[in-house]
């Protein structure tokens, strides 16, 4: 089954700069990677995905570059705020569906 | 984004008891069901998945007898804890799926403990 890592688990950067997470998978069918954004004791919120079918994406602040070569994928958080401070997941997932499988989770901490 | 609701956010259980978790679609139709595990600080981890009026596939080391799942319409999958012992106790997240290749949303999950 597909395998995902990610790196680092605790990240902790100063307001205004940039914070970068990096995740690599197994499973060379997968072709959905999304990004989640959770605070404490809630749901997942989605905050930006991409297909295998494109490099890189941007929403503003946030921007997700993809290697399918390497089979790996980052975030990347521009400007950072202290209310981006939570635990970002990164998950793949295959055309079968949309049962995800998660990274590890990088807890980010954005200090004023 | 489409909306999930999960019921009940929160419940204490005694152990040796049975705990049934839903989650509703409240605006689509969902094709496909997911449920997830979350312990502390940890990432989610599926245990699950369900499509209507099929029996749901569960992944490895997921006790199927234990955790029973039933989607029995395109809104509703139900999750069971049955016999439930301390170690069940854990935060449980649906997300749900609609047809033509929509992303999967998440309810706001269901915080376990048993005693």
């Known amino acids: 089954g597909e395998n995902v890592e990610q790196h680092p688990s605790t990240l902790s950067v100063q307001e205004g700069d940039s914070a970068v997470i990096k995740c690599t998978y197994s499973d060379s069918a997968s072709n959905y990677f999304p990004w989640y954004k959770q605070e404490l004791g809630k749901r997942p919120q989605l905050i930006i995905d991409i297909r295998s079918n494109v490099g890189e994406k941007k929403d503003q602040r946030i921007a997700v570059t993809l290697n399918k070569t390497a089979k790996h994928f980052s975030l990347h958080i521009t400007e950072t705020q202290p209310e981006d401070s939570a635990v970002y997941f990164c998950?793949?997932?295959?055309?079968?569906?949309?049962?995800?499988?998660f990274g590890k989770g990088t807890s980010l901490l954005v200090t004023p | 984004g489409a909306v999930v609701s999960q019921h009940p956010s929160r419940v204490i259980c005694k152990s040796g008891t049975s705990v049934k978790i839903e989650c509703r679609s409240l605006?689509?139709?969902?094709?496909?069901m997911f449920w997830y595990r979350q312990f502390p600080k940890q990432s989610l981890m599926l245990m699950a998945t369900?499509?209507?009026?099929?029996?749901?596939?569960?992944e490895q080391g997921v006790e199927k007898d234990k955790f029973l799942i039933n989607h029995a319409s395109l809104t509703l999958s139900t999750l069971t804890v049955t016999s439930a012992h301390p170690e069940d106790s854990s935060f449980y997240i649906c997300s749900a799926s609609g047809s033509g290749g929509t992303e999967a949303f998440f309810g706001q999950g269901t915080r376990l403990t048993v005693v």
């Open positions: 369900s499509n209507e009026g099929s029996k749901a596939t569960y």
């Open positions: 998950a793949a997932t295959s055309n079968s569906g949309y049962a995800l499988n």
């Open positions: 605006d689509f139709q969902a094709t496909t």
